[in-house]
């Protein structure tokens, strides 16, 4: 057992109320110490990173009692890989929160950041089902905090729908996790994976109504369609950098349904066989189109934004809905592509408004940093929309080949290339007028010309960019970190031996004893 597992959980935990206490009205102090937290946090998450790529599993028992009576922390290359993109990300979008002054213009924001780390972090490790609830809710909260920073109506509103679609959730998900337990005896995920395959066929009801209430549930946090209402006003009306890190938010829900229904309801598994695959795809279709769509028939620079994010979920989506090792190592793939790329173009988004009117895609005079802001722009957005030659392209590669072997081939390839040049489209009509128009319009003599972004904004949304660049040009043994990946989630009996075997208080007894 090794007890860096827990760090990632335990820090923010501890900076945060310090914060608070210590530091309450002193921002260079929280600045300081909000970065150095999160430098932590990316070397923790690497080294944990470099311990699982070679297949091991690395386990930590609170309080050392055993599973499945115990509260466990499991990371393998899936979950390192998560909490490793959500520390990098996060250190980022702080250094944008610090230049743009962002953490100014409301209380806690450095304490509430640190809480939402939590709250991720929990999720990505967490090896029980209620522990993952748990951490849902930790997230609900910091991310409404976050939401409504800074204050106004508008953001408000979007606070409160935010909230009200997720306390659904969260009902839902007491639901499943109730029907679970009754079912089974068990909420820990290792032992669910083998109670769930030794329950009789002919009784099969309660399990089938729980999975289906868990894939609700992770729909909604996915933006999944029809699931998806609360994301373009949340995200939209979010601070930059807030909406920025919620990027990461939707990939909880797509890891949850790659976690949950590769574990303990795999595709194999004759309980629940054929229960998600009627709908998952079409809805994950649906998305795609809708958000892609929505992309071409924006009328603000956010929410198109937001509609792109919503399309990329369902990018994901159609590879994971497949559910095989090829399949889920091009969706790992690609959902690092679109959280990088959706952080970017948000903090993109804040860039322009810093130096215009407002976000309407309408010809409005040329403003200091132009240039800048849309080779930054046009950049993310190639990302975003799949153009070669940056990592969204590579990555929806790797999803069309994926589909071959599918019997909606045929649907897919055309929903995602029909989805692409939608997109294409829509970003080009977006950057053309909020870029390229507005030069032959000039500000009035007597006009005060808008504030030049912050020199450590533009480093903050260039340093993404470049990841994203990296990210292409390392496609190669990056991808085989994902088929690595892939083939361990498809292979969980050495996860389940390592907690369910590992020794602690309480450990289940041997057979024959």
Known sequence: MTHWIILPIVLPAILAPFIVLAARYHIGIQRVFSI????????????????????????????????????????????????????????????FSIGSKWDEKGNHFHALFQFQLMGIMGAFLTGDLFNLFVFFEVLLIASYGLMIHAGGNARLR??????????????????ALGSIYAETGTLNMADLAQRVRMINPDATVGIRVAAVLLLLVFAIKAALVPLHFWLPSSYAEAPAPV????????????????????????????????????????AALVSLAIGMVGVLAAKKLDRLVTFAVIGSMGMIMVAISLFTE???????????????????????????????????????????GAALTAALFFTGAIAMTGLPPLSGFVGKLMILEASFDSPSMTWIWAIILSASLISVVGFARAGSTVFWKSESLAHPD????PERPASLSYVATGGLIALLAAYTIFAGPIYSYMAATSQQLFSPQPHASMVLETPGKLSKPKEGH
């Open 36 to 95: 150095v937290g999160i430098v932590a946090q990316i070397i923790v998450s690497a080294a944990l990173a470099w311990q699982a790529s070679d297949g091991t599993v690395l386990l930590y028992q609170l309080s050392d009692w055993a599973a499945p009576f115990g509260i466990v922390l499991v990371a393998d290359r899936l979950s390192t890989l998560m909490i490793l993109l959500t520390s990098v990300l996060a250190l980022f979008v702080l250094l």
């Open 158 to 175: 979007a606070g409160v729908q935010y909230v009200l679609f997720n306390l659904l959730g969260s009902t839902l998900f007491l639901f």
């Open 243 to 282: 909406a920025a890190l919620f990027a990461i938010m939707t990939k909880v829900g797509a890891y949850a349904i790659i976690r949950v229904y590769t574990m303990i309801f795999s595709p194999d598994l004759e309980v629940t066989a054929g229960l998600y695959g009627l709908w998952l795809l079409p």
């Open 326 to 368: 090829a399949s889920i190592a091009a969706a790992l793939y690609y959902i690092v592509h679109s959280t990088l790329a959706g952080a970017a173009l948000f903090l993109v988004v804040d860039l322009v408004r810093v130096g215009r009117e407002n976000l309407a895609l309408s010809a409005q005079p040329r403003v200091s």
């Open 446 to 449: 007597d006009a005060e010309l």
